[in-house]
């Protein structure tokens, strides 16, 4: 018999929902083993109900995880070294929409929220996947960004920012992390129906009618063509591509962001601000201010 070769196997951050949920499933389909970390500890049963329905919770395992703190992060990647023998990608993918609302109105503690989520979380978990693959030898890491990093009209600007950061955290840690085999890549979506783009299936109704009619591609994006980009990007047919930014976004950025991204919902000409915690299960702050 033939030694057996062992999955290969993938960390997801925030892999309980929206993307990332729909980009485990995908390298679950593919035959990954797969570690969630998910802040939102129901989601996350809801996911590994999910899997043991398909008969594959023995490659799925979800450990309540906040990827803004170390030991949280460090204990994710130990479970894929333990449980599943190494780690062959990190996907860095949890994030909230964080800080919104005019930037006068923008609470520092709602900034600092934001970035520790979208680019402290990021950080720690290169740092912790790293340190596993210099066990193993070579990997890829997968960071989700947003064409909100690419240009001025795409989100609040703390998202933005954040995600311009990831972006270039991409970069930097393909250039320092190329000589020893780890490749590393990032997807920056457009808008896609997820929960992140607001709660129930009304307001993901209204956003996908809006999507219609102001993005190049007809139909609206969905967690499951970032998941295909994510996948490809984590396997070996994109062996050569290294501190690439894939953008999945039926053409948006093609043709600007901003006017899709203003008439879905611009909170600063609503007159409200606060912060959003996503769906963590966390409460949010909206608070009225004058225009
Ligand atoms: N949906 C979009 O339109 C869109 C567009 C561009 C980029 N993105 C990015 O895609 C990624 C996934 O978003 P989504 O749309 O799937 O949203 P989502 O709300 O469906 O999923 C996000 C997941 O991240 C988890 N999470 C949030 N904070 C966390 C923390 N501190 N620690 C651990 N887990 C945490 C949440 O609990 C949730 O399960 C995010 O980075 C987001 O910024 C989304």
């Not at 600092?112 to 989520?117: I, Q």
């Not at 979380?121 to 066990?135: P, Q």
């Amino acid at each position: 018999m033939p030694p057996r070769v062992p999955a290969p196997t993938a960390v997801v951050t925030g892999g309980a929902s929206g993307i990332g949920l729909a980009t485990t499933t995908r390298l679950l389909d593919d035959g990954w083993s797969v570690v969630v970390g998910d802040l939102n500890a129901e989601a996350g049963a809801r996911a590994l109900d999910a899997a043991a329905d398909a008969g594959r919770a023995d490659r799925l395992a979800v450990v309540p995880c906040d990827v803004t703190e170390e030991s949280d992060v460090e204990a994710l990647v130990a479970t894929a070294v333990e449980r599943f023998g190494g780690l062959t990608c990190m996907v860095n993918n949890a994030g909230v929409p964080g800080a919104f609302g005019a930037v006068e109105e923008t609470e520092v503690d709602d900034w600092d929220y934001t970035f520790a989520v979208l680019v402290r979380g990021v950080f720690l978990g290169t740092k912790h996947a790293v340190r596993a693959f210099g066990t193993t030898g070579g990997g890829a890491i997968v960071n989700v960004a947003s064409i909100a990093g690419l240009s001025g009209g795409g989100g609040p600007v703390a998202y933005s920012a954040a995600k311009a950061a990831v972006i270039s955290i991409t970069k930097s840690t393909a250039v320092e992390l190329a000589p020893r085999r780890v490749r590393v890549n990032a997807v920056a979506p457009g808008p896609v129906l997820t929960p992140i783009l607001g709660d129930g299936e009304a307001r993901l109704a209204r956003a996908a009618e809006t999507l219609r009619t102001t993005q190049p591609w007809p139909d609206p994006g969905m967690p499951e063509d970032v998941a295909a980009a994510i996948a490809f990007l984590a396997g070996p047919d994109a062996r050569f591509i290294s501190g690439d930014t894939l953008i999945v976004d039926g053409g948006q950025t093609a043709s600007g962001p901003a006017e899709a991204m203003n008439r879905l919902a611009d909170p600063r000409a609503r007159g409200i601000a606060g912060v959003s915690r996503g769906s963590t299960g966390q409460a949010g702050e909206l608070r009225r201010v004058s225009s």
